[in-house]
C-alpha cells in the first residue's frame, strides 16, 4: 500500500474518534436540552460522510507506475472503455516507444472499466504528429499495448511497435 493511501486510512482513523466524540456530545445536548443540538447532529452526521470519503479514496488510489526510459505522454482518447489513445512529441526516441506504451498500459488500467463489443482486453495506441510540410499535420501511430481489462499485472501484455510509422518519424525528424 502506498504512503497517500494509508495517511488517508489514518485520517478516516483520526475522524472516527472526531465521530464518537462528536456523537457522545450530540447525545449529551439532546439530554441537556442544549440549544445548539441539531447542529452536533449536522456536524456529527458530516463528520461521518468525510470518514467514508478518506476510506473510499484511500482504497482507490493508485499512484501512476514510472517505467525506465518511457517518457511523457498526453491521453488524447480515454472514455472510459476499451480503447484508449495516447500522444506523445515528435521527438521520441524509437527505444522509448516500448517503454512509453507499457507504462500507459499500467497508468490508465482500472477495473471500472466496460469492453465495449465484449472485448476483455484494453487496447492503447501511442501516436505523434509529424508536420512535413508548412500546414500539413500527419498522424503517425507509433505502436500499440493489449492488455487485460481485469489483471493489474497482466503477463499477456501484447507490445508492438509500427517499423513504418517509426521510420517515417525519422524521416521527417532529418527531413
Known sequence: MNSAATDFFAIAGWLGWAAL??????????????????????????????????????????????????VAFNVVYDAGGSEAVVAVEPTIAPEAIEPTLKQAAFNLFSRGRYSSQGEQQLHIRLRTIVHPQSGISEPLYLGEVRRSLNQLDDEAMQISTNPKAIARLAQAEHG
Open 21 to 70: 466524540a462528536l456523537a457522545v456530545l450530540t447525545v449529551l445536548a439532546f439530554i441537556f436540552g442544549w440549544g445548539f443540538r441539531f447542529r452536533l447532529v449536522g456536524v456529527t452526521a458530516f463528520t461521518v460522510v468525510l470518514i467514508g470519503g478518506c476510506i473510499g479514496f484511500a482504497l482507490g488510489f493508485k499512484q501512476p507506475v514510472s517505467i525506465e526510459g518511457a
